[in-house]
């Protein structure tokens, strides 16, 4: 069991890890939202044990850990917030740059530096020509 | 124990009732000032009942011990709670002196300010997780304040990164409770030592990588210097000097008290990433002319200094990454509030804080690396080390002295009186540092002692 919940895991994990590599924001947002759903899993791995479920427990029967499904919840809940977050941010983010790729934010970047260093080397010239 | 129940609540149920009001209304912003002053005063209230007699533990809602999450605060969390609430004080109240431009602000900063809080002062690792998001999910909105292009491009890059780095955590935090069966931080350090030595060595890891991206150390630090810069002055000092200490404060309390057979494994390598680290941001930032990317590129150069300290480990070790870790965060709070001012008592403050980025003595800055010096006093290679990257700091900085406050002034408006006095009055809290040490020095070698000495025995 503890195998198939370790690849699974995995799987998930390497799936969004290739996710985030993208250059589509949305496709990011996804990959966070997977690799947020391998954590969760993860979480429900380390306390495995077969048993009822832990509401009320009778004496001597087997419940499952109550503790790592509490994480568990969390850890979803904590996602979705998250989650949400980051769908805002993307949407502003489109919004600004026109465009839900990230090539076109590093180009503008780019472009913004280039003007900058442009600016100074003028301002540099002017004193130079200045001094002499 | 009511101060420690108080320093959560207070900015906790006021962050919720400051998120309705309009935050550009300069009476919500004095309302925020006055919660992170009053967060700070019940943390002080605490510090005074820690501090003499080693720690205060509450476990929440009267459950019994073992079972309720813990609360613990011992003189390490204090001082790196004490530490952060100042550097928001002053950063919140800088904005709001200039006058607050987005309704969100204050609000954010208080909820950060609870979320911070809680991440030093729990003794529950999950606890510690749920802050850790809190404090985080607050900083990813603060990032996009001012909400131009560049803003919210590194606001997207922060958010990104660091969502990963805190699900790093989290699959380690699974695998410290599958191998210990515990989340209680004292548990799990009594318990570390049954654990099978290759399942440690992963989580010890796990850990490393995720308070590494929050600080910003040097494989991991890619995003640092897109996030400062794009972040305005105020929002830069609260990441650089309130949330980074999350990362100093886990690696020294995950590798110092939780894994502490780990770190001495790692020590090694703990210095040669932080060597890297000291190299890296200081010949980085020499190259830099605008005092915010020479900030953003001297953050990566200073968490250096704290990471190769705690490589060296021990109580001399930890004390100086604890004394340099406070003073870094007090540097960086300064300097980065300074990055767009103008006027005539912000070239003493920013000189006085380039003074102490480099070490030079009358400022706080040498203490730390005076600190340093004696954590590393049996390497000759560490010393030279150290020797190289207060060379390059103080080339760096004052380079951009020159070229900001020597060769004529700063364009833009001058900076308000009220503005510049928060600044001089954190650069007199530096200097203060500097000429009076003892008690901070004091301080962290408890903190440490106790720390070395938790993870020994």
Redesign the interface.
């Known amino acids: 069991m503890n195998l198939v919940f370790a690849l699974a895991a995995s799987v998930l994990f390497g799936t969004g890890a290739y996710l ?1 590599l993208d250059r589509d ?1 949305v496709r ?1 947002v996804f990959g ?1 939202v997977v ?2 759903q ?2 969760v899993l ?2 429900i ?3 495995l044990r077969r048993g009822a479920a832990p509401i009320y427990p009778l004496p001597r029967t087997s419940v499952s850990d109550p ?2 499904q509490a ?1 568990a919840l ?2 979803i809940v ?1 996602g979705l ?2 989650t949400a ?2 769908l805002v ?2 949407l ?2 489109v919004h ?2 026109r465009s839900p790729d990230l090539g076109e ?1 590093a180009a ?2 780019a472009r ?1 530096d280039a003007g900058i260093e442009r600016l ?1 080397e003028r301002e540099h010239e002017e004193e130079e020509a200045a001094a002499r | 124990m009511t101060a420690l129940t108080l320093s959560l609540v207070i900015p906790w149920a006021a962050g919720l009732v400051l998120a309705l009001l309009d935050g550009r209304r300069p009476l919500v912003g004095w309302l925020a000032v006055a919660i992170l002053a009053a967060n700070l005063g019940a943390l002080a209230a605490l510090a005074v009942a820690v501090l003499p007699d080693g720690s205060v533990v509450v476990t929440t809602g009267n459950w019994p011990a073992g079972v309720g999450i813990t609360l613990r605060a011992d003189a390490l969390g204090v001082l790196f709670a004490l530490l952060s609430s100042l550097a928001l004080i002053a950063a919140t109240l800088h904005e709001v002196l200039d006058g607050v431009r987005e309704r969100t602000f204050p609000a954010l900063v208080v909820l950060l300010a609870a979320g911070l809080t809680g991440v030093f002062l729990t003794g529950d690792l999950f606890n510690f997780y749920v802050f850790f998001e809190l404090a985080m999910t607050a900083a990813y909105v603060l990032a996009t304040y001012g909400s131009g292009r560049r803003e919210l491009g590194g606001a997207l890059v922060f958010t990104t990164v660091n969502l990963l780095g805190t699900f790093i955590f989290l699959f380690a935090v699974a695998g410290v409770y599958h191998v210990t069966g515990t989340l209680e931080m004292a548990g799990i350090a009594r318990r570390m030592d049954d654990v099978d030595p290759n399942a440690a060595i992963l989580l010890a890891t796990g850990f490393f990588v995720a308070f590494s991206v929050k600080l910003g150390l040097f494989p991991f630090h890619f995003w640092l210097p897109t996030v400062y810069t794009a972040a305005r002055p105020p929002v830069a000092a609260i990441l650089s000097g309130g949330l980074a200490n999350i990362g100093a404060y886990g690696l020294l309390r995950f590798g110092g008290e939780l894994l502490p057979d780990e770190l001495d494994l790692a020590s090694g390598a703990l210095i040669v990433i932080g060597a890297a680290s000291i190299v890296y941001g200081g010949v980085l930032a020499v190259s830099r002319r605008s005092a915010g990317e020479m900030l953003a590129y001297s953050a990566i150069g200073q968490v250096g200094y704290v990471l190769v300290a705690i490589g060296v480990g021990g109580p001399v070790g930890f004390a100086a990454a604890i004394l340099y870790t406070i003073v870094n965060a007090l540097n960086k709070t300064l300097l980065f509030l300074t990055a767009q001012m103008r006027g005539a008592v912000v070239g003493a403050a920013f000189a006085l804080g380039a003074l102490s980025v480099a070490g030079v003595p009358p400022a706080g800055g040498f203490v730390g690396k005076l600190e340093l010096f004696r954590a590393a006093a049996n390497s000759p290679a560490l010393i030279a080390l150290f020797v190289l990257g207060s060379a390059l700091s103080f080339v760096y900085a004052f380079q951009v002295y020159q070229y900001d406050f020597w060769r004529g002034e700063r364009a833009g408006r001058r900076s308000t009186i009220p503005q510049q006095a928060v600044v001089a009055a954190l650069a007199l809290l530096v200097l203060a540092l500097g000429v009076w040490p003892e008690p901070l020095l004091a301080l962290s070698h408890d903190a440490a002692k106790l720390l070395a000495g938790d993870g020994s025995g």
Do not use: D, F, H, N
Request: charge should be positive; avoid cysteine.
């Open positions: 985030l924001l990011v966070v690799i947020s391998a954590a993860t979480l791995a380390s306390g503790l790592s994480m969390t850890a904590i917030a998250v977050l980051l941010l993307v502003r983010v600004a740059y934010l503008w970047e913004r100074l």
